[in-house]
């Protein structure tokens, strides 16, 4: 079981990207995904998270509003949508599973699991 994110790169501020998130053989909608990220001298922040079959997402408080997490199960995958991009948003992102979802998932990082490969998010000018 491991999750590779891909779709990362350089952008503006106020920019946007659309980060993806796929399974090694498994069925995302029979877990909690979450997206993490990790910057240099900063804790693991989780920045969103679905629930397992229902879809029920939560944010952080960081990215809320800028940020939607979402889940395509025909093709297996969820997606990070980043809008209004911010310097503070750069760091490596990775998608992993999670024992649960709910409002705590800024300190939530640590409860991930099963990440494989991030994918490097740059904001900048």
């Known amino acids: 079981v491991q999750l590779q994110a891909s779709g990362g790169g350089l952008v503006q501020p106020g920019g946007a990207l659309n980060l993806s998130c796929a399974p090694s053989g498994f069925a995302l909608d029979d877990y909690n995904i979450m997206w993490f990220r990790e910057a240099p001298e900063k804790k693991r922040e989780g920045v969103a998270c679905?629930?397992?079959?229902?879809?029920?997402?939560n944010y952080a408080s960081s990215v809320k509003g800028r940020f939607t997490i979402s889940r395509d199960n025909a093709k297996n995958m969820v997606y990070l949508q980043m809008d209004s991009l911010k310097p503070e948003d750069t760091a490596v992102y990775h998608c992993?599973?999670?024992?649960?979802?709910?409002?705590?998932?800024?300190?939530?990082?640590?409860?991930?699991?099963?990440w494989g490969r991030g994918t490097q998010v740059t904001v900048s000018s």
């Open positions: 992993a599973t999670a024992p649960w979802c709910t409002s705590a998932i800024a300190t939530s990082g640590h409860t991930a699991h099963s």
């Open positions: 679905i629930s397992e079959r229902q879809g029920r997402t």
